[in-house]
């Protein structure tokens, strides 16, 4: 079993920027990719950024793409994301999610991860 606590959200201006944190237990975490999905309300879960077992292999939605940043320490079991230039829309409940599925990229899809947190609430005002 995996477990995973995220963590660090909060309320910032809108131009401010946070950084969410989530901590891996349980197994291997250094084998699987991790990512970070969010959802608002009334909407689907939506991808924002993965990240490989390398570290060096990530990837970004577009509307996250040059302000964000997804980075993993394997000695903490811990993947973070930090959150710059946060704009209303970025408004949600964060999610870090573990991947077994072996793939050669970093999968998008909700479906492909068997892990989550429970999620943290980032809201932005304007």
């Known amino acids: 079993q995996v477990q995973l606590v995220d963590s660090g959200g909060g309320l910032v201006q809108a131009g401010g920027s946070l950084r969410l944190s989530c901590a891996a237990s349980g197994r291997t975490f250094s084998s699987y990719a991790m990512g970070w999905f969010r959802q608002a309300p009334g909407k689907e879960r939506e991808f924002v950024a993965g990240?490989?077992?390398?570290?060096?292999?990530?990837r970004y939605a577009d509307s996250v793409k040059d302000r964000f940043a997804i980075s993993r320490d394997h000695a903490k079991n811990t993947v973070y994301l930090q959150m710059n230039s946060l704009k209303p829309e970025d408004t949600a409940v964060y999610y870090c999610a573990l991947s077994t599925v072996i793939m050669a990229i970093i999968p998008p899809s909700p479906t492909s991860y068997n892990y989550w947190g429970r999620g943290t609430q980032v809201t932005v005002s304007s």
């Open positions: 990240i490989r077992e390398s570290a060096s292999n990530t």
